[in-house]
């Protein structure tokens, strides 16, 4: 009797063991979103499609202003991260091992300069190039990235892949002084990026979602123009905003916040 009833307490704690790790295995609501985000990444024809629409637009867009110039030589600034380099499978590895986004494996990852390109990307910017345009790139990789990040750059033979146009985060991560250092010798006809703080001030940590809504209304006509979007639902400010910029929220606390704002068909 004794010994059935020590084999059905450690049967019991077993159970219970399987049982909290798989719980804990179970993956969040948010991490569940970044493993379909790069499902559709890497996979979807129609994310394909509006990166071709974007560079398209893109090269109209030049083509128009290469014909009235003007004084100084023309620039296109870019972002690199999903506006250039492709890194869904950082993000996937990540999500579907249900683990938060982290300085350090980003940097192992960036540090290996293997990431593949965003479709119509390198066509768009050797274009640019080929017409006499600089193309200047404001990342928010930090300094200690620079190494893999060139090395990424020239394994696809990007133009202006040197310290002079590879403008990295120094003090802040708004990208308006970058910005103004291309302005100081250069017309800059074009932005392209996939988060809006890539083109303009007035989505620099901004406190809430609205805020960034009212910009975007205030900034419309610029969209397809001198912006230029490339999709991105992985991440970004976007998600910022969502958590009020607060990036050591658990993903319980995550989870809960996204429940709350997520507009849900009553039954």
Same mark, same amino acid.
């Given at each position: 009797?004794?010994?059935?009833?020590?084999?059905?307490?450690?049967?019991?704690?077993?159970?219970?063991?399987?049982?909290?790790?798989?719980?804990?295995?179970?993956?969040?609501?948010?991490?569940?979103?970044?493993?379909?985000?790069?499902?559709?990444?890497?996979?979807?024809?129609?994310?394909?499609?509006?990166?071709?629409?974007?560079?398209?637009?893109?090269?109209?867009?030049?083509?128009?202003?290469?014909?009235?110039?003007?004084?100084?030589?023309?620039?296109?600034?870019?972002?690199?991260?999903?506006?250039?380099?492709?890194?869904?499978?950082?993000?996937?590895?990540?999500?579907?091992?249900?683990?938060?986004?982290? =300085?350090?494996?980003? #940097?192992?990852?960036?540090?290996?300069? !293997? *990431?593949? %390109?965003?479709?119509?990307?390198? @066509? &768009?910017?050797?274009?640019?190039?080929?017409?006499?345009?600089?193309?200047?790139?404001?990342?928010?990789?930090?300094?200690?990235?620079?190494?893999?990040?060139?090395?990424?750059?020239?394994?696809?033979?990007?133009?202006?892949?040197?310290?002079?146009?590879?403008?990295?985060?120094?003090?802040?991560?708004?990208?308006?002084?970058?910005?103004?250092?291309?302005?100081?010798?250069?017309?800059?006809?074009?932005?392209?990026?996939?988060?809006?703080?890539?083109?303009?001030? =007035?989505?620099?940590? #901004?406190?809430?979602?609205?805020?960034? !809504? *009212?910009? %975007?209304?205030?900034?419309?006509? @610029? &969209?397809?123009?001198?912006?230029?979007?490339?999709?991105?639902?992985?991440?970004?400010?976007?998600?910022?905003?969502?958590?009020?910029?607060?990036?050591?929220?658990?993903?319980?606390?995550?989870?809960?916040?996204?429940?709350?704002?997520?507009?849900?068909?009553?039954?």
């Amino acid at each position: 009797m004794k010994r059935s009833i020590i084999a059905l307490l450690a049967a019991t704690s077993l159970f219970t063991a399987c049982t909290t790790q798989k719980r804990t295995e179970s993956a969040s609501i948010a991490n569940n979103g970044k493993v379909w985000a790069s499902v559709w990444q890497q996979r979807a024809a129609e994310y394909r499609a509006l990166c071709f629409q974007a560079y398209n637009a893109a090269k109209l867009r030049l083509d128009e202003a290469l014909k009235n110039p003007g004084g100084k030589p023309l620039a296109v600034v870019t972002d690199i991260d999903e506006t250039i380099l492709d890194n869904s499978p950082y993000d996937a590895a990540r999500a579907i091992a249900n683990k938060e986004y982290t =300085l350090a494996t980003w #940097k192992t990852w960036t540090a290996k300069g !293997q *990431a593949d %390109t965003v479709p119509g990307a390198p @066509e &768009f910017f050797k274009y640019a190039a080929s017409k006499g345009v600089s193309v200047f790139y404001i990342t928010n990789r930090d300094e200690d990235e620079r190494p893999g990040t060139i090395k990424n750059l020239l394994l696809y033979n990007m133009p202006d892949t040197d310290n002079d146009h590879v403008l990295l985060r120094q003090k802040t991560s708004s990208k308006e002084d970058r910005r103004k250092q291309v302005l100081n010798n250069y017309n800059i006809v074009l932005l392209c990026g996939d988060n809006l703080a890539d083109f303009d001030m =007035l989505y620099d940590n #901004k406190p809430a979602e609205q805020n960034r !809504q *009212a910009a %975007t209304d205030q900034l419309k006509k @610029e &969209f397809g123009n001198k912006y230029i979007v490339i999709p991105n639902v992985s991440y970004g400010d976007f998600e910022g905003a969502l958590f009020n910029y607060n990036y050591s929220k658990s993903s319980g606390q995550k989870d809960s916040i996204i429940g709350a704002k997520l507009k849900v068909e009553k039954e």
